[in-house]
């Protein structure tokens, strides 16, 4: 078994910053690509960041020189420094990683349950 487990969300005023981390733990032979995404109410999902395994990232341009992905491939984690939130923000975050499990030949994408992300003005 896999999980990926959020943290971070909160609820922020316009202008300020949250640092949202997800953790992969289980049954874990490698991860590849991890990133971000987030819906908000009415909205379809969106991709907000990714990052390989060796630190290329990509963003959506929406958050472009205000969110910065990384992360910490020994702790399996992947981290997602949000600042200068604005009213297009709110949303619930998810993360995602391609992992592949131990004892396993394929690669698989696995999902975290998601952490909200609200900015008042």
């Known amino acids: 078994q896999v999980r990926l487990v959020e943290s971070g969300g909160d609820l922020v005023q316009a202008g300020g910053s949250l640092r949202l981390s997800c953790t992969a733990s289980?049954?874990?032979?490698?991860?590849?690509?991890m990133g971000w995404h987030r819906r908000a109410p009415g909205k379809q999902r969106e991709l907000v960041a990714s990052i390989t395994r060796g630190g290329d990232t990509h963003y959506a341009d929406s958050v472009k020189g205000r969110f910065t992905i990384s992360r910490d491939n020994a702790k399996n984690t992947v981290y997602l420094q949000m600042n200068t939130l604005n009213a297009e923000d709110p949303a619930v975050y998810s993360c995602?990683?391609?992992?592949?499990?131990?004892?396993?030949?394929?690669?698989?994408?696995?999902w975290g349950q998601g952490t909200q992300v609200t900015v008042s003005s």
């Open positions: 995602n990683a391609r992992i592949l499990q131990l004892g396993m030949y394929a690669i698989s994408d696995y």
């Open positions: 289980g049954n874990i032979l490698s991860i590849s690509d």
